[in-house]
């Protein structure tokens, strides 16, 4: 089904990504609406109309339903009863991507099942399941909560075996992870249309600092490089078990052994951003040919060296300065009211053709 020009798309989650997605979205002529709790909903200035409503509103969800043609997510922490209150066929991509991404043990087992190999793990729902899970695995690992974790929170690092009796389970069900010895890591970022057709974008390599993306940079180093069909071929799996509609990103480490699975997003992802000026399509708008039942767009990268580099913890104003450089620097800023620490404020896309 194609959703026409000047029909609605209806996007649950009011963050940054959501901001990104209405101006892609105005750009092939939709309307865009919101729909998050209170707080500070930088999408909301890009839609024509924002609800500012809880989860577990379950009138104003269905008002908010009763004025979308389709409905998409920037969030994929959205919980499932109020993911319930949309009809199914105006959802895309199908649910049962959030359910899988939003539970750490039920990811694994589910790209185990496809023939993926995540970092060695166990389920911990007790303190002697940590003392356990630490014993079986090894340290060092880290403790992660199995739901609502995000850039490095719910998250315990245990540096050995002895260390075990600094951390205790923090009371929910949780996930104890072997601890990587990765050499880079990279995402995988595709879109796959509404007749199963997938495109992938280039795989730039991630550097994380404290357990939050700082930078995503084209080329890379020959250790992803070599790894990126093994990680395709897992990530073109995902989406057609799935019947995946829209952007889907798969987040690696490369390791002597080969790709490791990390975890997956089931939609548009920081490591992604680059590709608003680095790509021919970039992921918000080929997100949105691909929910809307259009053709997609090509996925080509444009440029030889790319960086995306988040602008953490720093007020607008003196971001700014970056549009004094030389040469292509792409400023995007999210329009968050306070810069607190470790808050993404906005980013910089860095091209340059080779040469240059
Ligand atoms: P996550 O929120 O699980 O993606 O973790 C954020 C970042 O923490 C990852 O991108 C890695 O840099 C690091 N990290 C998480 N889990 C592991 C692991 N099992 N081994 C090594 N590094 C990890």
Redesign the pocket.
């Known amino acids: 089904m194609t959703i026409a020009p000047g029909s609605t798309i209806g996007i649950l989650g009011g963050g940054q990504l959501g901001r990104m997605m209405a101006v892609a979205a105005a750009q092939l002529g939709y309307h865009v609406i919101g729909y998050a709790p209170t707080g500070d909903n930088v999408a909301a200035e890009l839609c024509s109309d924002f609800f500012e409503n809880g989860w577990g509103d379950k009138a104003a969800l269905a008002a908010f339903a009763s004025k979308c043609d389709v409905v998409t997510w920037e969030f994929e922490n959205v919980p499932p009863s109020a993911v319930e209150m949309i009809p199914p066929h105006m959802l895309r991509p199908d649910p049962r991507a959030l359910g899988i991404a939003q539970d750490?043990l039920r990811e694994k087992r589910f790209i185990e099942d496809l023939g993926g190999k995540p970092?060695p793990?166990a389920a911990v729902d007790s303190d002697s399941d940590l003392r356990m899970a630490v014993e079986r695995i090894g340290a060092p690992?880290?403790l992660?909560t199995s739901r609502d974790?995000?850039?490095?929170?719910g998250?315990w690092r245990i540096a050995s075996v002895r260390d075990m009796e600094s951390v205790r389970f923090p009371g929910k069900p949780c996930v104890y992870?072997?601890?990587?010895?990765?050499e880079a890591?990279f995402s995988v970022i595709l879109v796959r249309g509404a007749e199963g057709d997938i495109r992938f974008w280039d795989s730039t390599e991630?550097v994380?600092e404290a357990?939050?993306?700082a930078t995503s940079t084209l080329p890379t180093c020959d250790a992803v490089a070599e790894q990126i069909s093994a990680a395709r071929e897992l990530a073109g799996k995902v989406a057609d078990a799935l019947k995946y509609v829209g952007v889907l990103t798969l987040?690696f480490?490369a390791t002597s052994e080969g790709p490791?699975f990390?975890?997956m997003a089931p939609r548009v992802h920081n490591s992604g951003h680059w590709t608003i000026e680095g790509a021919a399509t970039s992921q918000f708008e080929n997100h949105i040919r691909a929910i809307c039942g259009l053709p997609l767009g090509s996925a080509a990268t444009r440029f030889e060296r790319i960086e995306m580099r988040n602008i953490v913890g720093v007020d607008a104003l003196s971001a700014h300065a970056i549009l004094g450089e030389d040469g292509e620097a792409h400023l995007h800023l999210y329009g968050k009211k306070e810069a607190r620490e470790g808050r993404k404020m906005g980013h910089v896309t860095r091209v340059s053709r080779a040469g240059t």
């Not at 992870?177 to 990765?182: D, R, Y």
């Open positions: 750490r970092a793990y690992g880290i992660k974790g995000y850039d490095g929170k998250q992870e072997g601890l990587v010895n990765f890591e991630n994380h357990g939050m993306l987040e480490f490791v990390n975890e």
